[in-house]
Each structure stands twice: as structure tokens, then as C-alpha cells.
């Protein structure tokens, strides 16, 4: 039997267009598809062949608050790397604050926040 794995998280951000090319100058994916979305919103799926994230808004912006404090809230997105020195670099280009940077077993790592107060951890398992 195949574990499972996941295909997509769905995210409503204040700009679609300027999260997915975020996504695209940091982590070099691609936009799968875009286009009308529930709500009368609008949707642009961004990542790789195999997964991706839907970045979604409405027309009227949504309120944001504390994730950290409130039931089903979204902590963290963790995505893996091959070299984290590169894209820690592109994550400062873009104008993010790399912290929290840990060096553990399994992997190194560290954090920002993008311009909506997601949390991206950017993770690397090579030595």
C-alpha cells in the first residue's frame, strides 16, 4: 500500500498574483492553472508537477489575525530544498527576513514570513 501524500493546500492571501510569483522567484515552480474560483474569487495554483499551493483571494480582502491563537489556524508551511544557502539568498532578494535558522537532525532550516504573515520554514536534508 502507498502512504498517502499531499497534493495541495488552499490559502487566501491579499494578492494572488504577486503570492504565486513570490512562490515562483524563490522556490522556481511554475503556475499549473488560474482562473475563476469559488465565491466569485479568483485562484492561481503554483508548485511543482506533483504538489502545489492555491493561492486564492476574493474581491474584498479578508481580516487577518494571529494563526498561532486560533483553532485551525495555519502555523507554518514547511517546503524542502537542495541548497538552503541559495534560497536564503532569494528569500532576502525578495525583500523577507530569514530567522529562527536551526541546524538539527534531519535537516538545516529557517523561517520568514511573507507579506501577508504566512510562515514558510525552508528546510534542506542535504549535507
Not at 36 to 48: F, L, N, Q, R, T
Not at 63 to 81: K, Q
Not at 105 to 119: S, T, V
Amino acid at each position: 500500500m502507498t502512504a498517502a501524500t499531499l497534493e495541495h493546500l488552499n490559502l487566501t492571501v491579499s494578492d494572488p498574483q504577486k503570492t504565486a510569483q513570490m512562490l515562483i522567484d524563490i522556490f522556481g515552480w511554475h503556475i499549473r492553472w488560474q482562473g475563476e474560483a469559488i465565491y466569485e474569487g479568483h485562484s492561481i495554483h503554483v508548485g511543482s508537477e506533483t504538489s502545489y499551493l492555491a493561492v486564492y483571494n476574493l474581491e474584498d480582502n479578508c481580516p487577518t489575525y494571529d494563526t498561532h491563537r486560533h483553532l485551525a489556524g495555519l502555523n507554518h508551511i514547511a517546503i524542502t530544498v537542495d541548497d538552503l544557502d541559495a534560497t536564503e539568498q532569494k528569500v532576502k532578494r525578495a525583500g523577507f527576513e530569514p530567522t529562527s535558522h536551526a541546524d538539527y537532525e534531519p535537516g538545516r532550516r529557517f523561517y520568514f514570513n511573507d507579506h501577508d504573515g504566512i510562515e514558510f520554514e525552508v528546510v534542506s536534508y542535504v549535507s
